[in-house]
DNA sequence: ATTACATCATAACAGTTGTTATGCTTCTAA
DNA sequence: TTAGAAGCATAACAACTGTTATGATGTAAT
């Protein structure tokens, strides 16, 4: 097993004690414990606990776009775009840990300027995919084309962390049919006439 | 000055460092510093942490809540549900710092399961409220008669949060009339014909 | 065989945390 | 006037924090 399998298993370790006990109980001891080693593995596989914790945020934020990227690869139109988001989604119950996670740190980010800056940049690329995506659909005239493409990818963004937040807190409100409805609804809204 | 008066702004205290420092960050040191005082007043008005934390948080939802409902009071239709939705969204620089407290408390419930189902109580509670509302339209025939009045007041507070989530972030993605574009693309939809 | 390095355990460090106890005022009611 | 409570300050407590240093392994290259 090589040094980034390794780093991989103790970024997993975190993640496993960010969703079970919070983020600020998630410390170098307990992330070591939850490894079943101590926290010299911890603190030689990383400079220090930001670096850590953001790397496990990575790798959430980098399966979530794969898996969306996957999504694209087989559809065209808005099939396509609503098979995206459907990808960003927590449809299924595994789906929840990483959106816990992601929540943890937004909350975490909350009077830290250098995290918000952070998160700002995923919001700007996954805004721009969002924007490639809808700048595509209104060339193939399958959109309307009056409409401001930043703000509609915003609204996307906004609509995936709305009904995600809503899944982790109140679950039994939100089925997958459910989810998929309300993103069904908001996208084929873009396609009728003004 | 009377008692509750003076717990109040303890609570305020603790409001400020929150959005200034982050949740973790809020000590008893900090409030009591940031109150101009020492650590006694803190414990003398909250028995412990947690007490202070949710009352403070209490105060957040309660002045929204009451915002929405005077919002709500001189108006009629739809007109009223697109107002109370308004009265939640962070339209002003200024009712950003409630939402970074609501969200900080968010993240902060990660991984623990009492807060969870503290919130889930609040949702529950502004679900009912929208439905209401949303009762109260469809009898009157203002929208559609074929919606899940669940759903679509579970999709309402999805809309808000969404749109919270980003202007906590990018302020900059979110001007108070995209905000309110945004609601009434949403409101506007339901009283249309499928 | 010896050197060097990767991997990990252990322990100690100084700082911060929530909580509790104690005591000092100030005010109020008997 | 006096007993007592309210309001608040101070200090101490043990527990926990991230970080760092040190040393013990094993492994691979010279």
């Known amino acids: 097993m090589g040094y980034d399998d390794r780093r991989l298993e103790v970024a997993q370790a975190a993640w496993r004690v960010i969703i079970r006990e919070g983020l600020d109980r998630t410390s170098m001891r307990a992330i070591a414990q939850e490894l079943g080693s101590s926290t010299g593995v911890v603190t030689h596989y990383f400079r220090d606990k930001e670096e850590l914790i953001l790397f496990a945020l990575e790798q959430v934020v980098e399966t979530t776009l794969k898996s969306m990227r996957f ?11 609503e098979h995206m988001i459907f990808a960003a989604l927590p449809l299924q119950e595994s789906d929840r840990a990483d959106w816990k996670v992601w929540m943890a740190f ?38 309307r084309a009056d ?47 003004p």
């Open 71 to 81: 999504c694209a690869e087989t559809r065209q139109g808005i099939d396509r775009l």
């Open 106 to 143: 937004l909350g975490y980010s909350i009077g830290r300027e250098h995290l918000i800056q952070q998160h700002q940049k995923r919001y700007t690329h996954i805004r721009q995919i969002l924007y490639q995506e809808l700048a595509d659909l209104q060339a193939a005239k399958l959109i």
């Open 147 to 193: 409409l401001d493409l930043t703000l509609e990818a915003n609204s996307l963004i906004a609509l995936v962390d709305g009904i995600a937040t809503g899944v982790v807190i109140c679950p039994e409100q939100f089925s997958a049919e459910q989810q998929q409805y309300l993103v069904h609804q908001h996208i084929h809204a873009l396609q009728t006439l």
